[in-house]
């Protein structure tokens, strides 16, 4: 994974725990339900979880209209 990270460009340590968390990050990002997640990540508490949405950080405009989803 240090040769990935290099070509990427990402100087900071990469793991395991670090394609876990963005795989959950881009869930939530994409809109998935926190319980799905929860699920995916076999977290037994969703709290556990919810650490995850403090990537999102998208304030009020990170909420869309049920009319504005498929354009």
Do not use: W
Not at 39 to 67: C, I
């Amino acid at each position: 994974m240090p040769a990935a990270a290099a070509t990427a460009g990402v100087a900071q340590r990469v793991g395991c725990h670090t394609f876990r968390h963005s795989f959950a990050a881009h869930l939530l990002e994409s809109g998935a339900d926190i319980r799905t997640v929860q699920e995916l990540l076999g977290h037994k508490d969703v709290r556990t979880t919810m650490l995850y949405t403090h990537v999102l950080n998208r304030g009020g405009l990170g909420v869309r209209s049920p009319l504005d989803v498929g354009r």
